[in-house]
Every structure is written in C-alpha cells, then in structure tokens.
C-alpha cells in the first residue's frame, strides 16, 4: 500500500510563511508528476502546484511568485514552501503522486490543514 504522509500545516497569520512537506512510502524517481493541491470549505479541490519528474513546475496563477514547489528524490519527498500567505489560502492541502505510463498509478495523501488569519 503506498502511502503519501503530509505535514507541516497549522495557523499562521497573513503574510507569513509554512512549509509542506509530502514524504512517499515509494520511489518518487519514477513517478511522473508530484502535486500539491488544495479544497477549501464548500469548493471544488484544486491544483496549486505540480512538478515533473524532470523538475518542471508549474503553478495556480494566484500562487505564483508566492510558493514554490520542489521534489527530493533521495528522500522520496516533495515540497511547497508557501510565502506571504493570505486568507484566501486557507484550505486543506493534498499531496498527489501520478504516473501516467504502466504500471499508471494516482495516490493522495490524507490532507494537511493550512489556516492563514487576517
């Protein structure tokens, strides 16, 4: 059973700064993209942030320029270091891993709570 463990959320007020961390129970060597996405009450989960396993990233327009995504293969973790958070951020944040080639596989993590006060 793979397993996507997220930590690092709590409250911060607005302006501040977290770090996320998703550690994988497999290689991420081998997966192809490492998400990070985000639902907040009463809305639609969404992608904040994806990096390939070439190193690519792309970001949720809102986001940019504020987090910044970044993968450790040799730890088999990824990460979203989240700056000048705003109350709008607040959200319960997952961590995906796909692989879009056989064996194809889609795992979440259980979600780790980000709370930004104004």
């Known amino acids: 059973q793979v397993q996507l463990v997220e930590s690092g959320g709590g409250l911060v007020q607005a302006g501040g700064s977290l770090r996320l961390s998703c550690a994988a129970s497999i290689s991420i060597f081998s997966v192809n993209t490492m998400g990070w996405y985000r639902q907040a009450p009463g809305k639609q989960r969404e992608l904040v942030a994806v990096?390939?396993?070439?190193?690519?990233?792309s970001y949720k327009d809102s986001v940019k320029g504020r987090f910044t995504i970044s993968r450790d293969n040799a730890k088999n973790t990824v990460y979203l270091q989240m700056n000048s958070l705003k109350p709008e951020d607040t959200a319960v944040y997952y961590c995906n891993a796909r692989r879009t080639v056989v064996p194809t596989y889609d795992y979440w993590g259980q979600g780790t709570q980000v709370t930004v006060s104004s």
């Open positions: 990096i390939t396993s070439g190193g690519s990233a």
